[in-house]
Each structure stands twice: as C-alpha cells, then as structure tokens.
C-alpha cells in the first residue's frame, strides 16, 4: 500500500513569508501527527489530529498551526517565518485508535528553509 | 523534557554486538524506537509498553523497566544495514490522553564497519 506522502519536498521561502505543508496517510490512518527535526533540536513533536481534531498539542507558538480534512489528509502552516523555522518537517500516520500510540509511519518529510 | 539516550554514538564492526539506552524522569505508558537512515524517513522498531506487552520486528530486542523508566535497546550480530541513528520516543502516562505525542532523544548514531 502507498506510504505517507508529504509535499512538497523541498522549498526556501523568506523572513515574515508564510508556507503550508501537506501530508497524505496511509489509506485508513486517522491520525496524523507532525514533527520538526533539526540537528541542534532533534525531533520536536509539534501536534497531532484525529478525525479532524486536534488531540495534542507541543510546546511551539502560535505561528504553527494545522488540520486534518476529512479524508484524513492533514496540511500545516508556519506564518510569518523566521530563519529558526528552517527544518525538516516530518508527518507521520497511525490508526489512532486505542489507549497508546501505535506504530507511527513517517513520510520523507519537507524540508524547509527560510532566508 | 526529552527523554536521555546514551550513549551518543558506537561504532561496531559487523557481528558485534550494542546496547543503546534511554532514561526518562517521567513516568511512562511506553517507549518506541526508530531508526532513521541519513536522508531518509525514520523507521519503526519496537514499542514496549507498560505492564510488559512488546510489538516489533523479531530481529529486535528490548526491554523496558518501568521503576526506573528507562528502556533499553539491544541489536546483537549488527549488519552494515543496521548503520543509522536510533532514536527512542517516550509517551507519559496521562490516563491516554498523550496519544501521538512522542518525546523523543536526541538520538544514537550507530555505525557499523565491514
């Protein structure tokens, strides 16, 4: 079955511009959960939705927002940018349901960075 | 507050053996690991949960002590293709309402030499 799928993969933007991420899950994956990776930070969870809600939610401001479509389909946004945003930014899906986390799929993520 | 890998990096030669472990000061449901090759999505490995229930590959072996929130990581005979960063994310016991919220360390470099 198709994996996850994140676009695009790549992009540069500027300072104060705004950009939107999208992640497609794998075909019956309710969850979506996103996560910026870079080398000082590592993997930095970000949030995560099920069933178009917002489950949970990291420690990072308010210019990071998303959501989740009803075909599970998740995008999100990074407004008004900073040279601190540049990053991989990783999706990840996962049935959803139960009292854990499951396995979590990752896509090859979207690298962004800003000038 | 990321949970503690240690240690930071091992270099083996193919057929040795490695421990890879991971501390948290929180109290924890479960602890997850991935692997992520350079350039690449991280993979899953193995989640171990609290009360002992463990899903993974059968090549994987791990275990986790819930006294002291730690869990460990144990790859014997490596192959080349074992080469990676690993990485454990912990989820806290919050009654389940931590789902998909993985805190993860900052990883273990592992590199493994013909």
């Known amino acids: 079955k198709a994996g996850v799928t994140q676009t695009p993969r790549y992009l540069i933007k500027t300072r104060g511009q705004q950009v939107t991420l999208s992640c497609s899950p794998i075909?019956?994956?309710?969850?979506v959960s996103w996560y910026q990776q870079t080398p000082g930070q590592g993997l930095q969870f970000l949030f995560e939705?099920?069933?178009?809600?917002q489950r949970n939610k990291g420690n990072f401001p308010g210019r990071f927002s998303g959501r989740q479509f009803s075909n599970s389909r998740s995008e999100m946004n990074v407004s008004t940018l900073e040279l601190g945003d540049s990053a991989l930014y990783l999706c990840?899906?996962?049935w959803g349901s139960g009292s854990y986390t499951g396995e979590l799929f990752f896509g090859e993520g979207s690298r962004l960075t800003v000038l | 507050q990321q949970p503690v890998q240690s240690p930071q990096a091992v270099i083996l030669r193919e057929g040795e053996d490695a421990v890879i472990n991971c501390s948290s000061s929180?109290?924890?449901?479960?602890v997850h690991w991935y692997r992520q090759k350079h350039g690449e999505a991280p993979v899953f490995l193995m989640i171990?949960?609290?009360?002992?229930e463990q899903k993974g590959h059968d090549k994987i072996s791990a275990s986790f002590n819930e006294k002291k929130q730690q869990s460990s990581l144990y790859l014997t005979a490596s192959q080349l293709s074992y080469s990676g960063t690993y990485f454990c994310?912990?989820?806290?016991?919050?009654?389940?309402?931590?789902?998909?919220?993985?805190?993860f360390g900052q990883g273990t470099i592992l590199t493994v030499h013909p």
């Open positions: 990840a899906s996962s």
């Open positions: 929180k109290a924890l449901y479960s």
């Open positions: 171990l949960l609290k009360g002992g």
């Open positions: 994310g912990t989820e806290e016991d919050a009654g389940g309402t931590s789902y998909g919220k993985l805190t």
């Open positions: 075909s019956g994956h309710r969850s």
């Open positions: 939705y099920f069933s178009e809600t």
